[in-house]
């Protein structure tokens, strides 16, 4: 699938708890860019 995105991420780990770690901070990331996004179009 990585020549179907803009941005590929590889973990490598074979650690699924390592991976999933680092889903969750991109996710949180990306929702507090998005929020912040979304203030400033407010203003």
Request: glycine share 0%; net charge neutral.
């Given at each position: 699938l990585k020549d179907k995105v803009d941005y590929y991420i590889?973990?490598?780990s074979d650690h699924y708890g390592?991976?999933?770690d680092l889903h969750l901070v991109l996710a949180h990331l990306?929702?507090?860019y998005l929020t912040k996004m979304k203030k400033?179009?407010?203003?």
């Open positions: 590889h973990v490598p390592r991976i999933e990306i929702s507090s400033n179009e407010k203003n």
